[in-house]
């Protein structure tokens, strides 16, 4: 980093906070070794989405890619969500194990889960030594839960052991915490950062105007997801102030506007 520049601080990996999740959507080996080029340190942990897992045709080598570099991987939600529904979860697990993974996701954006089972699952995959993201919020836009919902799921997720709560958003930007139009829901996210401490949380913001506007909300250490593997980069810059829409950051190092 530039010498001459008083920038905000910045934690180093392996962080806790701050996180920028990123969303492999099928990227060949070649594009992962080019993403650590540019922004290796910026990558905390990334996400093989949906189901892409299955059906890419470059697992077992860019796993090990990603091993290699010391970024963890996560399998996508969507992913979890079939292995409940079809009552493959035990095979879910050993495939993990297989592959080495040792976090994982697990959502109910896509079909109906008991909150209880959900709960459990997390419990159990935390025991047999799991780093558990769990996520909040639906991927159907026109499925609104109100904020004391969130609230509850989160705060029962955290206490099952959750290592982070993802609110849901779609690789789109426009479910979960947004508007259709990709607006944030700000009330709603002032209701869960009341009650739950940020850094326990991680907000998915694919679209450059949500980050913009979550860093000026919680400052530098925001932690984000679904990030395109592009667009990391950029990101890292609004972290530091080094783009118009937050070089305030530069003067008032990080702090949230």
């Known amino acids: ?12 990996k392996p962080r806790q906070q701050g ?13 992962v070794d080019g993403l650590v080029e540019v922004a290796g340190d910026a990558v905390d942990i990334v996400k093989l989405g949906w189901g892409t897992s299955l059906v890419t045709g470059n697992l077992a080598p860019k796993l090990t890619r990603y091993r290699e570099h010391g970024i963890p991987v996560v399998l996508g939600g969507t992913l979890t969500e079939l292995s409940i529904a079809q009552d493959r979860v035990d095979q879910m697990i050993a495939w993990l194990h297989e592959l080495e993974l040792d976090h994982v996701e697990i959502s109910d954006g896509t ?10 699952l997390i419990r159990r995959l935390v025991a047999e030594g799991f780093t558990v993201l769990s996520e909040v919020g639906s991927k159907d836009d026109a499925r609104i839960m109100a904020p004391y919902v969130w609230v509850d799921q989160i705060q029962r997720e955290l206490e099952a052991g959750a290592w982070k709560v993802i609110a849901e958003a779609r690789e789109s930007g426009t479910a979960g915490i947004y508007r259709a139009d990709g607006e944030v829901r700000m009330g709603l996210i002032d ?17 450059k105007a949500q980050q913009v506007w979550f860093l000026r909300r919680f400052g530098t250490e925001v932690s984000l997801g679904n990030i395109a593997p592009d667009d990391v980069l950029s990101l890292e810059t ?3 102030g080094l783009r118009s829409d937050t070089a305030a950051f530069a003067l008032d190092r990080g702090k949230p506007a």
């Not at 996180?19 to 594009?31: E, F």
């Not at 209701?191 to 679209?207: D, N, W, Y």
């Open 1 to 12: 980093m530039a010498p001459f520049l008083d920038l905000p601080s910045r934690s180093g």
């Open 19 to 31: 996180l920028t999740h990123v969303i492999d959507h099928g990227l060949s080996c070649a594009q």
């Open 111 to 120: 079909i109906e889960l008991p909150h209880e089972q959900k709960i459990a």
């Open 191 to 207: 209701e869960i950062a009341h009650a739950i401490p940020p850094e326990r949380l991680l907000f998915e913001a694919p679209q």
């Open 238 to 240: 609004l972290r530091l």
